[in-house]
């Protein structure tokens, strides 16, 4: 018998799928990942500005918790972007890709608008607050609600459908202001800013505090819906397998139709606190991004809203801190921005290196065939 033997080279870098690791030793791995971030940045910065990196990264600092106003700033930005991020969060469990919240949020705010703006002298404040909030979570719902029955019944692609609803949704809160307001300079300004009629009443001094505390309750609500209700059952086995969940008896249309407007309700909530609880004016680009950060927020926390508190008060703290880079420091403001981005990145890829080893070649290994 003859023995051939051939030489296999393997890989020079080569990934393996990790086991299920503990706890602690995925947060060390995320926290080394965000270090690396840091010195990166670090980096950069002397790089592009030749400035002390430590003199940037105390700018970001100051930039959240420099002040008590500064820290209720971040805390009133933080509970913004959470609370979009939840409201997108079923919908994604459900691998429906609702890429329409920055819309559903703009339409919740313009039908709060739209009661401050008709029937704010016919109420009282605390039943136009009421109302409004009815009328945004009605606006928010349905307009989900039209890509969700079009994805349930006819199988439509649901990314570009929920992301084209964001432009009409802009060019219809456009049209309104330049009817609201004839003069043709395209701002409404504060509605009822006389009255403060439909407004939010300042809490203990504090004029975002309500804001904060229903986002506080919608953060425990859609955590309980989702782990531990009958429906939010029925999203995770819809989101694994449509196959399966229909299988075990789950009506799947049903249950996509009725996520999507639940996901679409909590984006009008967003829409009535953003409308009656910070800026009680609107305009096209008012939702300001949230609706597309909020994304990110989701997907890096796994869809799980208490890991959603810490990512967005992470998210908020790192744009607040470019913006201070730009005006104290006299930067360009892009600096702050790449900043931000590279520190994203490097939280997102945190998930890669817990789930994934990589690996070197150390030598070559002969392997022998008969």
């Not at 918790?65 to 994604?92: C, D, E």
């Not at 060019?171 to 439909?198: D, E, F, H, K």
């Not at 300042?202 to 009958?230: C, D, E, H, P, R």
Request: aromatic letters at 12%; one cysteine or more; glycine letters at 8%.
């Amino acid at each position: 018998m003859r023995n051939n033997h051939k030489t296999h080279k393997e890989p020079l870098v080569y990934i393996t799928k990790r086991g299920e690791l503990p706890k602690l030793k995925a947060m060390m791995i995320k926290a080394i990942v965000i270090l690396v971030g840091i010195l990166f940045c670090a980096l950069v910065t002397i790089l592009l500005t030749s400035e002390n990196p430590l003199k940037v990264f105390k700018a970001m600092f100051t930039g959240s918790f420099g002040s008590p106003r500064k820290v209720w700033n971040l805390f009133q930005a933080s509970a913004i972007l959470l609370g979009i991020s939840l409201a997108v969060t079923p919908a994604f469990k459900m691998r429906f890709w609702n890429t329409g919240a920055e819309g559903q949020v703009l339409i919740g705010m313009l039908a709060t608008i739209t009661c401050m703006f008709y029937i704010g002298d016919a109420l009282p404040s605390w039943l136009l607050i009421i109302v409004s909030l009815f009328a945004s979570i009605i606006a928010g719902a349905v307009w989900a609600g039209i890509p969700g029955y079009f994805k349930a019944i006819w199988n439509t692609n649901e990314t570009l459908f929920t992301l084209m609803m964001n432009y009409v949704a802009a060019q219809l809160v456009s049209l309104l202001i330049m009817y609201w307001v004839p003069s043709g300079s395209m701002v409404l300004g504060l509605v009822n800013s006389s009255t403060q009629n439909g407004w939010f009443p300042t809490i203990f001094g504090q004029k975002y505090l309500l804001n904060i505390i229903i986002v506080a309750l919608l953060t425990a609500a859609v955590y309980v819906y989702l782990k531990k209700s009958k429906q939010g059952y029925e999203i995770a086995v819809v989101g694994e397998s449509e196959n399966t969940a229909r299988y075990i008896g789950i009506n799947v249309k049903k249950v996509i139709i009725r996520t999507v407007l639940i996901s679409g309700a909590l984006c009008g909530v967003m829409g009535w606190i953003l409308a009656a609880g910070t800026d009680h004016s609107i305009n096209s680009s008012a939702v300001g991004g949230n609706g597309f950060t909020a994304i990110m927020v989701s997907w890096m926390s796994k869809f799980n809203p208490i890991t959603m508190i810490f990512s967005s008060i992470l998210v908020c703290f790192l744009q607040k801190g470019a913006g201070e880079i730009a005006s104290n420091l006299g930067l360009n403001s892009s600096v702050g921005e790449v900043l931000t981005g590279i520190m994203i990145l490097f939280i997102v890829s945190s998930d890669f290196f817990v789930n994934y080893s990589i690996h070197f070649r150390k030598k070559e290994r002969k392997e022998k065939q008969e």
